[in-house]
């Protein structure tokens, strides 16, 4: 049971859009674990309501401004009192484990430079889909320090204020680039070896799975831009990875068999050959090395999805350069099909 004083400590800011049931199964997760606040960006399913009768006290952005998650978890930050010194961030999609909030709180209570805590997010369903089932694998993080937290997690609130909360422009990548202003001010980020949520991602469709590349991808290229020069990350590193794998080799093999068909020049169409079977050498590289720690399947199946991400990303960069360039706000790039939440 959690003492009292933990539990008026503690802050839980919720936020989602159009999640049905799963939103009520969420703020049902939570139970009498802290203020709860509800932060809704243009719902038309009712979740205001079913929200509000959970007890959650809810706040309903003005949707002339442009939405981005970051906005809402701010905007939930500032509604919460400022007694609550511990922020317990959750999406609308999922539901927190029994346990989680008091080992998140007695985490940061026993090490005052740590700014942010998170446990092991699983897949409500990774048997339903391979995209359930890589988003399954790509949210376990080894227990231990950690470089980045995603936008489930326990934050202190005065590693939050001292950052200066979330970047509200970012329509992805926001949690990585809140993490890095963290780091930079000398706070810490640790993933507990503990169960901390259940996540839906409601993938079923390559379509979706597409999507959530590009919108990766942007986010690479716009902390690659924010971030530049700094050692706390690597996302120069992912966006070249992407623009290699995604851009500059498909192009060279395109030009080298077109020009060698052409020219009839044996050299240009070895380039170009090569380069078109340059991606596959690498899925095989990245299975064997997955293979060491998953089975066949799974090492198999994130291989292949690894390399066919990387075009997706390519254009999501491109997206975020075009209105870097040309002064235009990027819009959030959702992969789920709310109209199909439940």
């Given at each position: 049971?959690?003492?009292?004083?933990?539990?008026?400590?503690?802050?839980?800011?919720?936020?989602?859009?159009?999640?049905?049931?799963?939103?009520?199964?969420?703020?049902?997760?939570?139970?009498?674990?802290?203020?709860?606040?509800?932060?809704?960006?243009?719902?038309?399913?009712?979740?205001?309501?079913?929200?509000?009768?959970?007890?959650?006290?809810?706040?309903?952005?003005?949707?002339?401004?442009?939405?981005?998650?970051?906005?809402?978890?701010?905007?939930?930050?500032?509604?919460?009192?400022?007694?609550?010194?511990?922020?317990?961030?959750?999406?609308?999609?999922?539901?927190?484990?029994?346990?989680?909030?008091?080992?998140?709180?007695?985490?940061?209570?026993?090490?005052?430079?740590?700014?942010?805590?998170?446990?092991?997010?699983?897949?409500?369903?990774?048997?339903?889909?391979?995209?359930?089932?890589?988003?399954?694998?790509?949210?376990?993080?080894?227990?231990?320090?950690?470089?980045?937290?995603?936008?489930?997690?326990?934050?202190?609130?005065?590693?939050?204020?001292?950052?200066?909360?979330?970047?509200?422009?970012?329509?992805?990548?926001?949690?990585?680039?809140?993490?890095?202003?963290?780091?930079?001010?000398?706070?810490?980020?640790?993933?507990?070896?503990?169960?901390?949520?259940?996540?839906?991602?409601?993938?079923?469709?390559?379509?979706?799975?597409?999507?959530?590349?590009?919108?990766?991808?942007?986010?690479?290229?716009?902390?690659?831009?924010?971030?530049?020069?700094?050692?706390?990350?690597?996302?120069?590193?992912?966006?070249?990875?992407?623009?290699l794998w995604g851009a500059a080799l498909p192009a060279v093999a395109v030009a080298g068999i077109v020009a060698g068909a052409l020219a009839r020049s044996t050299p240009l169409l070895i380039v170009g050959v090569v380069a078109l079977v340059a991606p596959g050498a690498q899925a095989l590289r990245i299975l064997l090395r997955e293979r060491?720690?998953?089975?066949?399947?799974?090492?198999?199946?994130?291989?292949?999805?690894?390399?066919?991400?990387?075009?997706?990303?390519?254009?999501?960069?491109?997206?975020?350069?075009?209105?870097?360039?040309?002064?235009?706000?990027?819009?959030?790039?959702?992969?789920?099909?709310?109209?199909?939440?439940?």
């Open positions: 049971m959690m003492a009292a004083d933990a539990t008026e400590r503690l802050g839980v800011v919720v936020i989602g859009r159009n999640e049905g049931d799963r939103l009520i199964r969420c703020l049902r997760s939570i139970g009498g674990h802290g203020r709860v606040v509800y932060v809704d960006s243009g719902s038309t399913d009712g979740s205001q309501d079913a929200a509000a009768a959970l007890g959650a006290r809810v706040i309903a952005l003005d949707m002339a401004r442009p939405f981005t998650a970051a906005r809402a978890r701010n905007a939930g930050l500032a509604a919460l009192p400022a007694e609550c010194a511990a922020i317990q961030f959750v999406d609308g999609d999922c539901t927190l484990d029994p346990g989680w909030l008091e080992k998140g709180q007695a985490a940061l209570a026993a090490d005052p430079r740590l700014a942010a805590v998170f446990g092991r997010l699983r897949e409500t369903a990774p048997e339903a889909s391979i995209y359930n089932r890589l988003c399954d694998m790509e949210w376990a993080v080894a227990p231990g320090p950690a470089r980045f937290c995603g936008g489930n997690a326990m934050i202190r609130r005065a590693a939050l204020d001292a950052a200066g909360g979330y970047p509200e422009a970012m329509i992805a990548g926001e949690e990585p680039d809140l993490s890095i202003r963290m780091r930079a001010l000398g706070w810490t980020i640790r993933c507990l070896p503990a169960e901390m949520m259940r996540h839906d991602a409601a993938m079923s469709r390559f379509g979706q799975y597409w999507r959530r590349a590009t919108r990766t991808g942007h986010a690479f290229a716009e902390l690659a831009d924010r971030h530049r020069g700094s050692p706390l990350h690597d996302y120069g590193r992912r966006l070249a990875s992407a623009l060491q720690r998953r089975p066949w399947r799974d090492a198999a199946a994130l291989a292949l999805f690894l390399m066919l991400a990387k075009p997706a990303q390519v254009i999501g960069a491109a997206r975020y350069w075009r209105g870097r360039i040309g002064g235009r706000r990027a819009t959030i790039i959702e992969y789920k099909d709310r109209e199909r939440a439940a």
